[in-house]
């Protein structure tokens, strides 16, 4: 059996994803644990959402404050409902999350059936619930099971392999370069960019920076790159590795190739249309910048901004987990650039401070009914044709960690790199 951890800001879309499989009778809820009956046993996405509601009011400043699970035993394994809900709820005690509300979701739309968890890492307090080494032990309480529940084991490289891909890099669970490695030989075979920046803004999202470095050897001009690992402040942590370590694929000449293959792609792409008509609505439904990349992430699209030092912005990009596509503000047009977007929240920070209090409160009620219609609009959203699963879940909260907070402070340090560079010389 492999476990699958995805940690993320969105409550109601991995909420929402789930849901919708059981509306389109593809999927059934197994079990509530800890959370508001209803009297015939369906819920809303609204109602099981209230649940939680006491835990994120409590939250202190855990960002990621969303787990959504799934576990997935081998297709042959023949697994009831009774043993799914009984093998969750070993899972879930083992992790230390035993005492927090969640619902368990079975899948049956392939022939992979397997289950999802959704719930919350904060406790009652607000207090962040301790991930350390939270891999590891994942790993160790699924053999576990296997075990216990006469599963067949999930062991092999094929199976390993698989299970780190697309995962952010925690420096503090070790083996870092196998970490690194599992994310950037997959990334071009599934997302597009076009320039170093667009690629690092993408690596951002799994705790991952690429440097570029220059240098004369033996009267000859040596370029490449490095990759290394960002902590949770979006510190340098542990050594760099070189490109060479992980393939050609991931060295300077191999992606400088595929830009330009890139750039060619996406010349008349019909995803730049789609991107720029949701930046611009998301731009006039909102007035800063943390309700902007909101509304947009609730759309599959990340958004990562560049500051300097001082804190001025300046550089915006556009990740679009749809098309599978990144894009700087600037390249779709000067209205999505970072000059625009600094000059359009400064303005409307100042506007802010200048609102009475009731004028205030009357905002804050909008806001609620836009909230109310959330799900409508999510399941409208969650209908698109040819995405994968996975795909969707990234989309919507899920497995695919993409609200990954602050990414800007971990672009940051890298300018900040180049910066130094630049002093040397």
């Known amino acids: 059996m492999i476990a699958k951890i995805g940690r993320g800001s969105n409550l109601y879309g991995a909420l929402a994803y789930n849901h919708v499989k059981v509306e389109q009778e593809n999927g059934k809820i197994l079990l509530t644990k800890r959370m508001i009956e209803t009297p015939d046993g369906k819920y809303t996405v609204s109602q099981l959402a209230e649940s939680f509601d006491p835990y994120l009011t409590a939250n202190r400043n855990t960002e990621k404050h969303t787990l959504h699970i799934s576990l997935n035993p081998d297709p042959k394994d023949e697994v009831s409902d009774e043993r799914f809900v009984k093998m969750a709820e070993d899972y879930m005690r083992e992790m230390g999350y035993g005492e927090q509300p969640y619902v368990i979701f079975k899948h049956m739309d392939t022939s992979r059936t397997h289950i999802h968890i959704v719930s919350v890492c904060v406790d009652e307090e607000g207090k962040k619930i301790s991930d350390r080494f939270e891999r590891k032990r994942s790993m160790n309480i699924c053999r576990e099971l296997e075990q216990k529940y006469g599963l067949l084991p999930a062991i092999g490289n094929k199976d390993q392999q698989w299970e780190m891909i697309f995962h952010p890099v925690d420096y503090q669970a070790g083996d870092v370069k196998s970490q690194i490695a599992s994310v950037i030989r997959y990334l071009p075979q599934y997302y597009r960019f076009r320039t170093l920046g667009e690629y690092n803004s993408l690596l951002s999202l799994f705790n991952i920076s690429a440097e570029k470095v220059e240098g004369e050897l033996y009267g000859k001009l040596q370029r490449g790159l490095l990759y290394f690992s960002l902590n949770t402040d979006g510190e340098r942590a542990g050594h760099s590795f070189k490109a060479s370590l ?13 830009f330009m293959q890139c750039r060619e792609a996406l010349k008349n792409s019909e995803s730049k249309v789609n991107i720029k008509a949701a930046i611009a609505g998301a731009m006039q439904s909102t007035h800063n910048e943390k309700d902007f990349k909101n509304k947009l992430t609730k759309q599959g699209i990340n958004t990562v901004i560049r500051r300097n030092d001082t804190g001025l912005m300046y550089g915006i990009t556009f990740i679009d987990h749809h098309s599978k596509t990144v894009w700087n503000g600037s390249s779709l047009g000067k209205e999505f650039s970072s000059n625009s977007f600094n000059e359009r929240w400064t303005k409307n920070i100042r506007l802010e401070k200048e609102i ?26 969650l209908q698109i044709p040819d995405q994968s699963e996975e795909g969707l879940i990234d989309s919507f909260g899920g497995l695919f960690s993409f609200t990954s907070g602050e990414d800007q402070q971990e672009l940051d340090f890298a300018h900040r790199m180049k910066k130094r560079k630049k002093r040397k010389r």
Request: glycine fraction near 6%; hydrophobic fraction near 35%.
């Open 356 to 381: 009475p209090v009731d004028q205030k409160r009357r905002v804050a009620e909008a806001n609620d009914v836009e909230l109310f219609s959330l799900e409508k609009l999510q399941m409208r959203q």
């Open 246 to 258: 992980f393939g050609k694929s991931s060295g300077l000449s191999a992606l400088e190739s595929y």
